[in-house]
Nanobody
């Protein structure tokens, strides 16, 4: 099992930036595909961005493409989500997730084995 802990959430004005971090322990993070999901109040959890085991393949939801960047530092077992040009509709709890069975990321919640506890991001207008 991989233990994941998110950090970096907070309150920011529209147009601002935040960088979320996800620190992994228990296994080598660099060997696994991972992703960020988010869940807004009253809505389903949705895919935001994913990265494969090597970091060379990345994918984004259409709503964040061009504004968010996913990356990971394998040796330090940290994954990041750089969020720029934030909008009020980006307000949600953000979760990181890792999958141990496959090397490529998935856009489906069911594709992941381990989840963090989430970090709140609030974007004010």
């Amino acid at each position: 099992q991989i233990h994941l802990v998110e950090s970096g959430g907070g309150v920011v004005q529209a147009g601002g930036s935040l960088r979320l971090s996800c620190t992994a322990s228990g296994r080598t993070f660099s060997a696994y595909a991972a992703a960020w999901f988010r869940q807004a109040p009253g809505k389903d959890r949705e895919f935001v961005a994913g990265i494969n085991w090597s970091g060379r393949s990345r994918g984004y939801a259409e709503s964040v493409k061009g504004r968010f960047t996913i990356s990971k530092n394998g040796p330090e077992n940290i994954m990041y989500l750089q969020m720029n040009s934030l909008k009020p509709e980006d307000t949600a709890v953000y979760y990181c997730a890792a999958r141990r069975t496959y090397t490529d990321y998935s856009r489906a919640l069911s594709g992941y084995d381990d989840w963090g506890q989430g970090t709140q991001v609030t974007v004010s207008s």
